[in-house]
């Protein structure tokens, strides 16, 4: 098989990918700046497109700086290749051997904030088209890669573009794993909120997308809290007449796979209070991640059943609120499963708010975006795996006929959103070898 890629596609790739990482693009959420993400986020995508019309490309940047897109070629039919420039923040320093806001290389990798989520794979993906762009070949479909800014929140940039750009005719985002992932679960965020409670505080979970390993109790019931507790036999500890359940964390697309601290509390604390929100979680959520007292059994064949994590809970004198994050599987109807739910807080004088939702993900196996793709990977590698679903969510899902193709690899090690955050050479050049592949076959056949 012909390779486009040349040492000095990936000479000017890494360079590039080491300039964006130099780039502290996180949001801040208390930033008082006039651009919609924050001064750095916008710096790092003016740059991006800056290198883009480097490369010849026609680039154009949202006048209130939501996205970026860059062009090449004519024609109706189009390409879309998804990339977001926006990171985590690097949270502890301490645990980080380098500045992970400037780029390291060692150990046959690149290493800093964004390495591999997402700066990485989306210049990969554009040095992958540069080659096939100096190999003469001529395009039947304009290839535009599009330039997100808010992924790791809200994807406010994504839902602008939809609201003014045209739509692509295909396309993938290299923000996932090889071979390519097909079908994503939907996600769906909400917050039940009911009365206050004069003698119950509690202030537990952290983020909607965790399964939370710790919850906490202070206050007139802990001594029967930590009798029901040693009754379950829930890892817990004490101090300070405190008490802290101890779970397992993962992210809540994999919920099955945690141990849910907070609903090992609520199971401990309920028999010792009569407050509604707690009541809720003991009788309908219970300890069990598919929702099944709510919903009953809900799966399909494609991506599996559906997850629900109590990721977040909170009760004061004024008010209590619970966060669930619930992944749905791609043939169920969401409308269905909200008024469920609605049904069900009724009777515990809950109230129903939808805080984020992304529809579904599916593009059947046997379209030729799924076949073209797998095929590249399956030549290029050797690897026969079947392409994947994922209760994760990626730009993919924004567009139709889009799925979410590399750069992470079956034997990489993944470090996205961690300390020492990095991506080997190897898999830097070994997608950019695919990404060149699949474009020259979507885009110039």
Not at 132 to 157: A, H, M, N, P, Y
Not at 167 to 181: C, K, N, Q, R, V
Request: aromatic letters at 8%; glycine letters at 6%.
């Amino acid at each position: 098989m012909k390779t486009f890629i040349q040492e000095q596609h990936k000479l000017d790739c890494i360079e590039t990918i080491k300039t964006l990482i130099s780039y502290p693009s996180y949001l801040r959420e208390d930033s008082q700046e006039s651009t919609p993400f924050g001064d750095d986020i916008q710096d790092v995508l003016e740059e991006t497109l800056n290198i883009c019309k480097n490369l010849d490309m026609k680039t154009y940047l949202d006048p209130e700086g939501y996205y970026g897109y860059a062009d090449y070629g004519e024609g109706q039919e189009s390409l879309a290749i998804l990339c977001h420039l926006d990171v985590v923040p690097p949270g502890n320093l301490d645990l980080w051997e380098s500045n992970p806001f400037e780029a390291v290389e060692k150990n046959e990798a690149i290493y800093g904030r964004g390495s591999q989520d997402d700066k990485g794979p989306a210049m990969a993906a554009l040095y992958a088209f540069k080659a096939v762009i100096d190999s003469g070949v001529q395009l039947k479909k304009r290839v535009r890669f599009i330039f997100g800014t808010d992924e790791e929140t809200l994807w406010r940039c994504l839902d602008r573009y939809n609201e003014l750009e045209e739509p692509s005719s295909m396309g993938f985002a290299p923000d996932a794993e090889f071979p390519l992932t097909y079908s994503e679960k939907g996600l769906l965020q909400v917050k039940l909120h009911g009365p206050g409670d004069s003698q119950l505080t509690m202030n537990c979970g952290k983020s909607l997308n965790i399964v939370p390993d710790e919850a906490s109790y202070k206050g007139y019931l802990i001594d029967k809290l930590e009798n029901e507790l040693k009754s379950l036999e829930y890892d817990y500890q004490l101090s300070n007449q405190q008490i802290t359940v101890k779970g397992k964390a993962v992210h809540s697309k994999d919920a099955p796979d945690g141990i849910n601290a907070i609903t090992r509390l609520v199971t401990a604390l309920s028999p010792h209070t009569e407050n509604k929100t707690i009541a809720f979680i003991a009788d309908k959520l219970k300890d069990d991640p598919t929702g099944q007292s709510i919903f009953g059994k809900i799966e399909d064949d494609i991506s599996g059943p559906l997850t629900v994590n109590l990721a977040t809970l909170n009760i004061n004198n004024n008010e209590s609120t619970i966060g669930l994050d619930l992944r749905i599987p791609v043939t169920s109807n969401k409308e269905a499963l909200v008024k469920q739910l609605t049904k069900s807080l009724a009777e515990y004088q809950l109230d129903y708010e939808e805080y984020d939702y992304l529809a579904s993900l599916y593009v059947p196996k046997d379209s030729l975006l799924v076949t073209t793709l797998l095929d590249v990977y399956r030549e290029k590698t050797g690897d026969k795996s079947e392409p994947l679903t994922s209760g994760g969510a990626t730009f993919a899902r924004t567009m139709k006929n889009c799925v979410a193709f590399g750069a992470v690899f079956p034997d990489s090690e993944v470090t996205f959103h961690m300390p020492n955050e990095k991506m080997t050479l190897r898999d830097i050049y070994s997608s950019m070898e695919i990404y060149a592949e699949a474009i020259y076959r979507l885009a110039c056949n």
